[in-house]
């Protein structure tokens, strides 16, 4: 029978020459250790491992390599693989080292006993540098011990700087006082917030925002990112809750042109599937505590619950925004189909409601099909104007109740906005409903404004 040729039998034709040209462009240090740990020679991407070339690492032992709590370990793995027969794999284990910048980084190492080949003679370890993933199991491991969701949702973007992702990310989410939104980790010279940007759209509720390229963003922020030398941007909604709203949304910039790779967008999902997990855990936690607050129907606030928050906004001297919404057309949705079409219709016109909220809105619904949104920090009457028109746009579009069934329903929103700092909850949310009851009176779909 012919012999059959194996690959290596193929590359062991190749000019040495070649081999070698191969292996120094290697995305790795090739490393050939005698039984002792004594480096014999070195090949591959090794300036990414140590501050030592090639030649300096001859003759030191490879625990030189890394950093010294780590030492024991890697000994340990070339004395078990001196242990084993001839072509045997051993690893891998996780070991830390320093890179050219006196920088902590993490590699795997494998090795394998190659002491009976004349050409080697010797143990060959194989450290690949770390990966975006390896640092995703780091981060799981702390959710369960109480780390806070800020610095998870930080070292996760932290760890899309390394392959397969390289992005300079950050995940936005609402500041601890719902006046504005935080950055994790706040990127110094990194875009973002407050300045308008791809973020906004999925606070209005898209899940995935990408731009291969910086030509369709605002002019203000196009600049900013090619100062950076950012090429192109993707944006991410993360833990979408049941009022349609996201938690956070992670931001991905990148020094490229193009769309994400296959692989680099699968190791971004799995840092959202990680995020997600550290937001559901924090609001499982939450829930238990203020279940009293919310509506069972839509998962919204409730009327206690916006009450309460009005009142410490109030107590603290801000000067908020209340928007009162009633759906047009709703009673004879119930009278025509019934009261369960009518909870139906309650349910989408919320989530339709929370894609059109800021981040750092509250939104309730009071009872009944009213509805009412509490507008945090200083908000201009255009502000305010802009989100009631947007609300106004959402709910004028046909609702799909079941079985082929759709209605035609609207909203008129009522207003109560630059009343005195530490007006009384009671007399804002007062003037926003005389505004309602003022807006309704001109028909459907209108929005009326009652300044102080």
Not at 59 to 74: A, K, N, Y
Not at 203 to 228: I, M, Y
Request: proline share 6%; with cysteine; charged share 20%.
């Amino acid at each position: 029978m012919a012999r059959r040729d194996s690959p290596l039998d193929a590359v062991a034709m190749l000019p040495s020459s070649y081999l070698q040209a191969l292996l120094d462009v290697l995305p790795a240090a090739l490393v050939v250790v005698d039984r002792h740990g004594i480096v014999k020679h070195a090949t591959g991407q090794i300036q990414r491992l140590a501050s030592r070339s090639f030649a300096e690492l001859s003759g030191h032992p490879i625990g030189s390599l890394v950093r010294p709590g780590d030492m024991g370990t890697v000994e340990e793995l070339v004395k078990a693989t001196a242990s084993r027969p001839d072509g045997q794999i051993v690893g891998p284990v996780r070991i830390s080292y320093l890179d050219h910048a006196d920088m902590p980084r993490a590699t795997q190492a494998w090795a394998v006993n190659q002491s009976g080949d004349a050409n080697v003679a010797g143990i060959v370890l194989l450290l690949l540098p770390e990966s975006a993933h390896e640092r995703f199991d780091q981060v799981i491991e702390s959710i369960s011990v109480g780390t806070p969701n800020e610095r998870i949702l930080g070292w996760l973007a932290q760890a899309l700087r390394y392959p397969p992702v390289e992005s300079e990310s950050f995940f936005l989410v609402p500041a601890r006082d719902d006046r504005g939104v935080l950055r994790a980790p706040d990127l110094a010279g990194v875009p973002g917030p407050p300045a308008p940007g791809p973020w906004d759209d999925v606070w209005a509720g898209d899940h995935v925002v990408h731009h291969p390229n910086l030509s369709l963003l605002p002019p203000a922020l196009r600049q900013a990112a090619g100062e950076a030398g950012l090429r192109a941007v993707s944006c991410f909604g993360v833990h979408q809750r049941t009022d349609g709203r996201y938690d956070a949304c992670l931001v991905a910039w990148r020094d490229r042109e193009g769309p994400l790779s296959s692989f680099a967008t699968a190791s971004i999902s799995r840092a959202i599937a990680v995020a997600s997990l550290a937001l559901s855990h924090a609001s499982e936690e939450s829930g238990l505590r203020d279940g009293a607050f919310r509506d069972p129907l839509t998962g919204l606030g409730n009327r206690h619950g916006f009450f309460q928050a009005l009142d410490l906004r109030s107590e603290a001297g801000g000067q908020p925004a209340v928007l009162c919404i009633d759906l047009d057309g709703f009673k004879e949705v119930n009278e025509r189909l019934g009261h369960l079409a009518g909870d139906a219709v309650l349910r989408i016109a919320a989530r339709r409601l929370a894609a059109v909220m800021r981040p750092t809105d509250d939104l309730a619904r009071l009872g009944g099909d009213e509805f009412a949104v509490l507008c945090n920090g200083r908000v201009t009457k255009e502000q305010a104007g802009a989100i009631a028109a947007r609300v106004v746009k959402q709910l004028s579009r046909p609702l799909a109740v079941g079985d082929g069934e759709t209605v035609d329903i609207g909203a008129s929103v009522g207003i109560a906005l630059g009343f005195a700092p530490g007006a009384p909850a009671d007399a804002l949310l007062g003037r926003a409903d005389h505004a309602l009851l003022a807006a309704k009176a001109k028909g459907r779909g209108h929005i009326v404004i009652a300044a102080g």
